[in-house]
């Protein structure tokens, strides 16, 4: 789903304004010898070249096209030149030029439709391919469907580093930042794990640095297995390769799919970083949540005292007279979140009897009567009294056995041998109809502001048992095309809903999923731990503006920072005595002030490297070009023996003066840019510890 790019009018537009003039400015347009369309057709120029003229030089008739295909045990780079070719006049929006270029089978059988849209204000191109059988007959075999397949050339000898992040996997190392070197004849596979987009293996984002100061960011919208090969070949051309990894399969007469997109942003400069916030920024203008037109911020959140006591979990025992109590109790407080989280277990069958745990019951997607006789509308009553919106959980495409979904619409459902949990299949446009006319219903009736959705298993085994001879990936493609299909139907009938997708913990996160959502919980890495929530955001950051995870129990210095993004959960006990009303007013506060900061410009500030440990310095910069102003956050862990490092901002201007103001000791000092970008002191006496150090340009 692409935005409209008019959302850049949000408090963040002088910002952009300044960027646009500054960096924007900085990087020329990319060159005929960066982009040469084929692996035989690179060519050195010098000549600047545009995105819309890139876009028409490349997609042309006769040319071969950036993507390719094998059809019928042919390489479509062989033959696709002499197919009919129809280029669609361009409609442009502000700086955005969309355009779709049809490729037809002589004969009229098959047809490849690429729907490509250009971003001048970004030097971004992205496509997306629909692929028809057109034929009164079966289609020959498709297989090995690159979206991307593409060779860069570059001018200069030296080294290529593929910068990527490691993928969720409920662990401490859960997007890791990474540098690999890209040797000659030896490529880079990227993937991911189970099914989902972002889980184990790789995320689908990567920026690659060249030796002449070239580069590019990519990013992958699939929210299923993808792939990307990085290569050089003996003449020092990139190679690039990218789709969806199990594709073989004969479309049948009149049958149409889709295939991943991809998008590549080009970028110029002798630091990788600077790829890297253009890519933020790109995100933020054309691949975020927008509403009435604006940017749609992701909210600080707070639940209902999350986690009851044994046997209970989740919100399993939680009840309608209890959670409007919590309400009341936030708003008694003065901390009243953006938006109220209810979690699992609202639902019929959770609480104390042997089948009540929340994830025994998916599938009962009915309020539990017993614990909400009168529905959720009361609840939301409640929260939509003291001035917040009301966000539920639901996981609709997973059914436990037993429960209403599978008793009353089996049609609806893939099972796997063994397995207790049964796929609601997305891919049945009956059932996806039926979900989304139901969830719709309970979201309209229950007075639900904003939507969860998570997903805790691997649908793959399922996937590829339902794949009927000479069909592999089609059941794959129909449930992801179901899934788009469904969420982007609950954004039209609530235009002012926000999705919040979790999958396992931040397992889903792609280029689309990205356009229609955001990860509020990034990982299901054990509760709290802050070295590891740390190290989450230190990775994350290099490609994602929005996300966000929670705060637990404490609220002291360390734990609050250790959790802080550009979205937030509160999951302390406001009834409890761990927190004090003060300390939980103060990280309400402290968290508004600060969620700004993380839409500019992010810079690492302690390396690239392995950061799990307890003996490690961790620190990084968050910046705002256009008001020249940020913070930096600093963490000291038990283990390390190092009282104070040198810390180099990023992104100060050298003949500006800074205030730099320790937000912990009080201490200000005006510091020339220049100064700073030198190096300066962050001192951290205490083990574990944090550093919080705002500065602002002064004149």
Sequence with gaps: MKSNSNAMSFLRLSDIMMKTSQAYMRILLFLLATLAARPSEAVSSGRAQTVDQWV???????????????????????????????????????????????????????????????????QAVEWVLEISNNAAANAPLLEKVYVLDQSFGYAQNGKFTLHYASASDAKKSDFAAIDSTIHPGRNIYLTTGGG?????????????STPDQKGMMAAIGWTGKWFADINLNASKKLLLKSGM????????????????????????????????????????????????????????????????PPPCNEYSCLTEDYAISLVKRYKQFGIVPEVFWLDAGWYTGCGMGE???????????????????NGLKPVSDAVHAVGAKFMVWFEPERVHKGTQIEKEHPEFLLSYPKKADRLFNLGNPAARIWMTDYISDLIKKEGIDYYRQD???????????????DRTGMTEIRHIEGLYAYWDSLLVRFPELLIDNCASGGRRIDLETTSRSAPLWRTDYHYGEPNGYQSHSYGLNFFLPLHGTGVFAKTDPLTFRSSL??????????????????????????????????????????GIGDNTGDDVWLAYQMHRPGSQDGIVVGFRRSGNQQETILVKPGGLQADANYEWWNEDTGEKKIIKGADLSKGIPLQIKTRPGSALISYKKVD
């Excluded at 129809?86 to 690429?114: I, N, R, S, W």
């Excluded at 990788?272 to 927008?290: D, E, T």
């Excluded at 089948?355 to 539990?368: A, F, I, K, R």
């Design 245 to 308: 990894e199990r594709m073989k399969l004969r479309l049948f007469p009149q049958e149409k799919i889709r295939t991943p997109r991809v998008s590549l942003l080009f970028w110029e400069g002798a630091d990788r970083l600077i790829g890297n916030n253009l890519f933020r920024q790109f995100m933020l203008a054309h691949h975020s949540r927008k509403i009435n037109g604006k940017f749609a911020e992701y909210p600080l959140s707070g639940g209902f005292n999350w986690g009851d």
């Design 455 to 469: 997903f805790n298993m691997d649908p793959m085994p399922y996937w590829e048992q339902a794949d009927a001879p």
């Design 355 to 373: 089948n009540g745990q929340w994830w025994q019951n998916v599938g009962n997607w009915s309020v539990d009567k017993e614990r909400f006789p």
């Design 196 to 208: 989902r987009s972002s889980d184990r293996g790789a995320m689908p984002f990567f920026n690659i």
């Design 565 to 606: 993004s550009s979205a937030l959960v509160l999951n302390w006990k406001i009834t409890g005595s761990e927190v004090t009303i003060p300390e939980m007013q103060r990280s309400v506060r402290d968290f508004k002030r600060l969620r700004p900061f993380y839409y500019g410009d992010y810079y690492p500030l302690t």
């Design 56 to 122: 028409l030089a490349n997609f042309a008739k006769g040319k071969v096209p950036p993507f390719s295909f094998v059809y019928g045990g042919r390489d479509s780079r062989l033959f696709i030149g002499k197919w009919k070719f129809k280029a669609e006049k361009a409609v442009t929006t502000g700086p955005v030029t969309d355009y779709v270029f049809t490729y037809t089978e002589p004969g009229q059988g098959l047809v490849v439709k690429c729907n490509v849209t250009g971003f001048n204000d970004f």
